[in-house]
């Protein structure tokens, strides 16, 4: 299975901190993938890196991978309350691209 | 509002009952999905239609039927639920292509079975 599996489950930081949450997988990807959700709502696409690029920003995101290591983290810098939500890391792999979820870094960000 | 939309947004059914959720996409995309999201799991796929093509999870039981009429509309038909198929049911569509396959998610579906 290319599961990607998030780490922490959770975490809490306070306004303007930075936010790091990194994801592991097992297989050969095509490209990787950081979706946000809000409680209880559907899952919003943040970012796409793929498999030849090493980072990329998008505003105060910024997303790393590795592919030697299987892994890669996505950090929000200068956190707001507004961040508090979900994020999901999702694999896809070549030809059919079936994307899998792991299970998700609940984040919290207080006033 | 994301371009997909799901009704009914709640419903709550008895084991006994025949359900339909319904999704329907405003973007134009040729592939649509069903995700099953249950509490401290991973999100899983449920079925799958591209290109007028259905691809299925086979550990998908039969109590769950999906239908495709269009590459605008998805339902997923609900017939003599257990309690532990209580989830957030979500469709999400996408303009598939052998690059990347970015999904787009409607707000879900909270499904609750008696």
């Known amino acids: 299975s290319q599961q990607g599996e998030e780490d922490p489950q959770a975490l809490s930081i306070q306004e303007g901190e930075n936010a790091t949450m990194n994801c592991s997988y097992k297989?050969?990807?095509?490209?990787l993938q950081w979706y946000r959700q809000n409680s209880g709502r559907g899952l919003v696409h943040l970012i796409l890196?793929?498999?030849?690029?090493r980072e990329k920003h998008s505003g105060r995101l910024r997303v790393t991978l590795d592919t030697s290591k299987k892994s890669s983290s996505l950090l929000i810098t200068a956190s707001r309350a507004a961040d508090t939500a979900s994020y999901f890391c999702?694999?896809?792999?070549?030809?059919?691209?079936?994307?899998?979820f792991g299970t998700g870094t609940r984040l919290l960000v207080s006033p | 509002e994301t371009g997909v939309t799901q009704t009914p947004r709640h419903l709550v059914m008895g084991m006994t009952n025949k359900k339909s959720l319904k999704c329907e996409q405003h973007?134009?995309?040729?592939?649509m999905y069903w995700y099953k999201q249950s509490a401290k799991k991973p999100l899983e796929l449920m079925f799958v239609?591209?290109?007028?093509?259905?691809?299925e999870n086979n550990s998908v039981p039969s109590r769950f039927s999906p239908e495709c009429p269009n590459s605008s509309h998805l339902f997923l038909h609900l017939h003599t639920l257990q309690p532990e198929d209580s989830a957030l049911y979500l469709c999400?569509?996408?303009?598939?292509?052998?690059?990347?396959?970015?999904?787009?998610f409607g707000a879900g579906s909270r499904l609750t079975v008696l």
């Open positions: 297989t050969s990807i095509n490209n």
């Open positions: 999702a694999t896809g792999d070549t030809g059919f691209q079936k994307l899998v």
């Open positions: 999400a569509s996408s303009q598939f292509s052998s690059g990347a396959n970015v999904l787009t």
């Open positions: 973007l134009g995309h040729n592939a």
């Open positions: 239609y591209s290109l007028e093509e259905r691809v």
């Open positions: 890196i793929r498999s030849n690029e």
